[in-house]
């Protein structure tokens, strides 16, 4: 029997305890809390003088990226460096990748170097599927994958963090309206945001952004009738309590889909002006990196409602809780 076909969710044992995380779609609720439960604890080691606790001692962690970051390759790593684990990052330009050795090969290879869990940002979708698969066709399960980002389809533990920065300034989740606004179409990260709001029980979800840079069907994404979808941003950002925004993913577009960054700005970018609309209390999000003057005014990215940073810290803590919860610790 394929690993597809041998259980519910591929992320999740018989018991239905997640042994790796590839992706928000349709994990339970109870799962999604648990993590940010766990995580709650995890921000309080930063204040201490000795920033670690063993619950990973022993293990090894394997940072696998195929794909450029910031924010997620070093908060993994900080991530796991507090949990005491010792942690290896592949440099992919150095590796024999560069040889054509291929992405299973390579697993295969770590997996010999006693590897306890993976984590992996590829740039075509399905890839941490994939070596979770493999690793499970090949009687290696105990190794776990964390999707850290694969071509447009998960961001899972952005969607995780992003969930974290919402309750830590809105409490309850079932009173809020959310906006996610711009590059839907590409973004891995809208669609873990997106799924994770509707399993948290937003009641008011929207899309805001032009029709080229939406999916098609976006309407139905996250189930029939859950989201509504606006292409003026002004009136998509009224009485609004949380704006998520979204970087233009021009690397990953394959023709021209928009006039100009300015054009997109006229319409799209987030200026304080447009923010007045939503509540007085809102908070604005960003995953980053951010395009500033694009997507973003600068005047908002360092306001008073931005939490962008906040949400990179957030981001060690819940990766930590990822990284205990998949190890069992
Ligand atoms: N948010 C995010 O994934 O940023 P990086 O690409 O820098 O990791």
Redesign the pocket.
């Known amino acids: 029997m394929s690993f597809a076909a041998s259980r519910p969710s591929p992320q999740l044992n018989a018991e239905g305890e997640l042994i790796h995380l590839i992706t928000l779609e349709g994990l339970p609720r109870e799962i999604i809390t648990g993590i940010l439960d766990r995580a709650a604890p995890f921000t309080e080691i930063a204040e201490r003088e000795v920033k670690k606790v063993p619950l990973l001692r022993g293990k090894s962690v394997f940072n696998l990226f195929f794909e ?6 070093t908060t993994f790593e900080i991530a796991a460096k507090r949990l005491s684990a010792d942690v290896i990052n592949l440099n992919i330009n150095t590796s024999s990748t560069t040889k054509g050795e291929t992405l299973l090969d390579t697993v295969d290879n770590l997996a010999a170097m006693q590897a306890d869990m993976f984590v992996v ?1 590829h740039a075509s979708s399905g890839a941490p599927y994939l070596i979770a698969q493999h690793l499970a066709n090949t009687g290696r399960e105990h190794i776990h994958v964390v999707n ?2 694969d071509g447009r389809h998960a ?1 899972p533990t ?1 969607g995780l963090l992003d969930m974290y920065t919402i309750r830590h300034y809105k409490q309850d989740f079932t009173r809020l309206a959310v906006a996610v606004v711009g590059d839907v179409l590409h973004s891995r ?1 809208a669609r873990s945001q997106l799924h994770a709001l509707a399993t948290l029980g937003v009641p008011d979800i929207r899309v805001i952004g032009p029709k080229t840079l939406l999916p098609t069907g976006v309407e139905r994404m996250i189930g029939p009738g859950r989201l509504r979808v606006f292409h003026d941003l002004r009136e998509g950002l009224k009485g609004v309590d949380v704006v998520m925004m979204l970087r233009l993913q021009n690397e990953r577009m394959l023709g021209a889909l928009l006039p100009s960054p300015q054009e997109y700005f006229k319409s799209y970018g987030l200026t304080p002006e447009k923010l007045a609309l939503a509540k007085p209390d809102a908070i604005v999000m960003h ?3 951010m395009n500033r003057g694009v997507e973003i005014d600068s005047a908002v990215a360092d306001g008073r409602q931005a939490v962008i940073l906040p949400q990179v810290t957030f981001g060690i803590a819940v990766r930590m809780a990822v990284m205990a919860m998949l190890a069992g610790a």
């Open positions: 450029n970051s910031t924010r997620t390759r940002r850290a980002g961001h952005q990260v995953p980053g990196p």
